[in-house]
């Protein structure tokens, strides 16, 4: 599947609400946020903090498209440490789009445009133990494999494990994989 990534903009509130109540089995159990209740009004207010965070460049939200124009999800760059140039590498496709590539392509285009717009020189891929797809994804685009951090995230209030993955600016990007370009309309292919 032909998968772009762009910023964020406000007008996407609709096609993030019915993605992620469309996906609700599959991400809630990791994504405490997508939940039977999210509602347009949850979005639009998420949408107002990333697309003004993104002009600051203290977080940077892409949405995941399809050749097409279709919304598939989001993946993005946040917990932003200026200090050591690393940030937390995060996504989420939507249920009727898994199992096809799009994530992987998301987030190589992701990757690809932090080392060539950013300073960043680490970012980091934090996975539940158990999220099993999240996992095969940070394992398809090449993230290194750093171990598991015991009781590293809050889940329902519950500290669970995590298993840290990274990419880092140093490693070369693998032949085999293919590098992402900007188009003139801004989007990431």
Known sequence: MNVLIRPYRLDDAQAVAEAALGSIAELQPWMPWCHPTYSLADSQSWLEIQVPAFEHGTAFEFAIISGDGRYLGGCGLNQIDTANHRANLGYWVRSTATRQGVASDA?????????????????????????????????????????????RILLYGEARDATMFSLTRDVPIRQDRAASTRREDGQVT
């Open 107 to 151: 987030v190589r285009a992701l990757r690809d445009w932090a080392f060539q717009t950013t300073d960043l020189i680490r970012l980091e891929i934090v996975v539940a133990v158990g999220n099993l797809p999240s996992h095969r994804v940070a394992e398809k685009v090449g993230a290194a494999r750093e171990g598991i951090l015991q009781r």
